[in-house]
């Protein structure tokens, strides 16, 4: 069946580091992948999806491309703030999980000032 | 539009008891789905609906009850509460599945005893 692979954290960095969050998917077809936030004490909110191969979402400052050829979807940031410090899920959203929504386990963010 | 609603915020129960965590959204979304969030498990989908009158298990459904009477309204019922079930609940809705967004209501911390 489908699934999602993200890096384990915590992961703790200084302000304005450069992040990188591995994620690596495998699935029939072509699914859709995201990448959702979560920050303290709230629900998870979209910070940005991909629907096709080669596609790059972004959002406040966040990036990731959909690579087909090595099924991955790394979230990158060039310079983080301590604002950014939540936790991240990869998913996706396939033919072949009848396009239920699947998660990664999640790798908390932490951000030192 | 207050998007996703979830009561209550935290609620201890004791061993056997019941109850029902309730879930609306104002967005005339179709599709609804309950999941539970446990460290380092990340989320995982318990039940989810189409559609009014429609629903189906997900990938960790025993030992709860989902009905959807209305496009509003889908609470989530525990029979008969076990400590196992101690976690946080969130409701999601989307427009409708696979490769839409979907929206978080801010989650119910629940307590088993």
């Known amino acids: 069946g489908d699934s999602v692979t993200q890096m384990e954290g915590p992961v703790t960095l200084s302000e304005e580091a450069f992040l990188t969050i591995n994620c690596t998917y495998t699935a029939t077809g072509y699914p859709s992948l995201f990448w959702y936030v979560q920050y303290p004490g709230e629900g998870l909110q979209l910070l940005l999806k991909a629907t096709k191969a080669d596609d790059k979402g972004s959002n406040k400052g966040f990036e990731a491309t959909y690579r087909k050829e090595t099924t991955s979807f790394h979230l990158e940031k060039g310079s983080v703030q301590v604002s950014d410090s939540a936790v991240y899920f990869c998913a996706l959203s396939g033919y072949s999980s009848a396009s239920k929504i699947i998660f990664g386990s999640g790798t908390r963010l932490s951000i030192r000032p | 539009n207050a998007g996703v609603t979830q009561t209550p915020k935290f609620q201890v129960l004791k061993t056997g008891q019941s109850m029902t965590l309730q879930c609306a959204q104002d967005m005339n979304h179709e599709y609804m789905s309950w999941y539970r969030q446990d460290p380092g498990m990340g989320l995982r989908l318990i039940h989810y609906s189409v559609g009014a009158g429609i629903t189906d298990q997900g990938e960790v459904p025993n030992g709860y009850n989902v009905s959807r009477s209305t496009t509003e309204d889908f609470p989530l019922r525990l029979l008969s509460a076990a400590p196992s079930q101690t976690s946080v609940y969130f409701c999601?809705?989307?427009?409708?599945?696979?490769?839409?967004?979907?929206?978080f209501g801010p989650g119910t911390r629940l307590l088993v005893l």
């Open positions: 999601a809705s989307s427009a409708t599945q696979g490769g839409e967004t979907q929206y």
